[in-house]
């Protein structure tokens, strides 16, 4: 069965630095998200991508974030000062309209300290 | 944000049994919905999906059954197995963009 990959799978880092997390989407979908769960909390949206521009972002999804897809297959969420408060698991997932469900990867936990 | 709730945080249940978990909606633009299971330290793993155009959808030991009317939809699965047990979301999808709106999750314990 066909996989979204995440990397790292945990990530620490110090408040203030960049952070950029990594993901390889299935290779035939279309649209392309960042979700994010801080723990205890809802699974929110962050951000959707088609056609190579962003499609759908949310309030948290601000200018300290953004994604890129720079070569075609791996699909990137940068934070540029990273906060506390973004100490969470961050989930890609994709999707090709119309066939079942989007596909979520396994996470990667970041850890601002 | 509480367009999808899930009322029930968590839930108990006999191995072999049938397992009912539900969810509430009030967007009534919501045209798909999406039920996921979910272990610690793992993404969501897609289970069974069902379009606002039908009431029921049935995959296996699962069944996804919608009242528009209501604005309810529950995920019954059928025996419950002790590899059942994790967290479940309800998601939904609206008519404009395609960006999910999770529940907040119930967690299923199945007992044996």
């Known amino acids: 069965e066909p996989e979204v990959t995440q990397t790292p799978s945990h990530q620490v880092t110090q408040m203030g630095q960049e952070v950029i997390l990594r993901c390889v989407p299935i290779?035939?979908?279309?649209?392309f998200y960042w979700y994010r769960q801080i723990l205890g909390q809802k699974v929110e949206f962050l951000v959707s991508?088609?056609?190579?521009?962003?499609?759908?972002k949310s309030e948290i999804f601000d200018d300290q974030f953004s994604v890129e897809r720079p070569d075609g297959s791996n699909f990137t969420l940068k934070i540029r000062s990273t906060k506390l408060e973004d100490s969470a698991m961050y989930f890609c997932?994709?999707?090709?309209?119309?066939?079942?469900?989007?596909?979520f990867g396994s996470g990667t936990r970041l850890t601002v300290v | 944000d509480q367009q999808v709730k899930q009322n029930s945080p968590s839930l108990s249940v006999q191995e072999g049994r049938i397992s009912i978990l539900n969810c509430d909606y009030t967007?009534?633009?919501?045209?798909?919905f999406l039920w996921y299971k979910k272990y610690p330290a793992e993404g969501p793993t897609f289970l069974i999906s069902?379009?606002?155009?039908?009431d029921k959808n049935e995959d296996g030991r699962f069944t996804v059954f919608l009242n528009k009317s209501a604005k309810h939809l529950s995920l019954h699965i059928v025996p419950s197995q002790p590899g059942d047990s994790a967290v479940y979301f309800c998601?939904?999808?609206?008519?404009?963009?395609?960006?999910?709106?999770f529940g907040a999750g119930t967690i299923l314990r199945v007992k044996s």
């Open positions: 997932a994709s999707y090709r309209m119309g066939i079942g469900g989007y596909t």
């Open positions: 290779s035939n979908h279309l649209y």
């Open positions: 991508f088609y056609n190579n521009e962003i499609s759908e």
């Open positions: 967007n009534s633009m919501f045209d798909y």
């Open positions: 069902i379009s606002s155009i039908k």
């Open positions: 998601a939904a999808r609206g008519e404009y963009g395609n960006k999910l709106v």
